[in-house]
C-alpha cells in the first residue's frame, strides 16, 4: 500500500470525524467544508496553493456555498481532475440524486449509515476496497 491523499469535501463534523477515526491507511486525509474551499483546493487556488493534488475523492452532496451535485460536474469536466475517483458519500438516498452522480461520472455512490457501528464498517471496507485493491491514479 501506498501513500495517498485522500480529499474529504463534508461540512458535518461528526461525520468527518467517523470518516477521520475510521481510516487507518497510509497517507494524508485533508477536510474541507464547503464546495468553495473543495474547488479552490482542486485548483490550488489561494491557501491551498501548495496542498498535493489527490488520489482520491469523497464528497457529500449536501454542502454548503457550493453545492455538491456542481463540485462533482465541475471535477469531471477539468482535464486536471477528471481522472480522479469521486465516491459520493451522502445522507441522500433520493434516485434522481443517485442517477445524476453517476451519470456525472462518480466512482461510486455510498449512503451514510446512520449507526456508529455500520458506519465504521463501511469506512473499513471502503478502506480495504480503495487502499488495498483498487490502483488510484497518480495525480500531479
Known sequence: MGNYE????????ADARLVFDGCY????LT????????MDYLNKK??????????????????PLKDGRDVLKDIKKNEKLKTIPV??????????????SY???????????????HFE?????FEDFWFKWATLPKVG
Open 46 to 63: 489561494g491557501i491551498y496553493k501548495d496542498k498535493k493534488s489527490p488520489n482520491l475523492i469523497i464528497l457529500d452532496l449536501n454542502l
Open 6 to 13: 485522500v480529499l474529504l469535501i463534508e461540512d458535518n463534523p
Open 25 to 28: 491507511m497510509r497517507g494524508n
Open 121 to 125: 464498517e463501511l469506512i473499513k471496507t
Open 103 to 117: 451519470n456525472h461520472g462518480a466512482s461510486v455512490y455510498l449512503n451514510k449509515p446512520l449507526d456508529f457501528d
Open 31 to 38: 477536510i474541507v467544508t464547503d464546495g468553495t474551499k473543495a
Open 87 to 100: 465516491v459520493i458519500l451522502t445522507t441522500s438516498s433520493n434516485e434522481e440524486d443517485i442517477i445524476r
